[in-house]
């Protein structure tokens, strides 16, 4: 999934730790300057990421998904 919207402070562990909440499985976090790839394990945490987590609040920062 791509997301975009963080701050460039951001680290790839944070990105992580907000996506995985709720228990969501996942593989890899690949994170640029200005967007990230994350890979989930199971495409129905992805949906559930884009669902509940695009146009959300990250470090005062409106995320992308």
Known sequence: MYV???SRQSR???LER???RGG???REVVM???FAFIEFRRAEDAA???RELDKTDF???QLTV
Request: proline fraction near 0%; hydrophobic fraction near 40%.
């Open 4 to 6: 975009t919207g963080f």
């Open 12 to 14: 790839r562990e944070d």
């Open 18 to 20: 907000y996506f995985a």
């Open 24 to 26: 969501a499985d996942i």
């Open 32 to 34: 640029k300057s200005r």
């Open 48 to 50: 559930i990421a884009v």
């Open 59 to 61: 470090e005062g920062r």
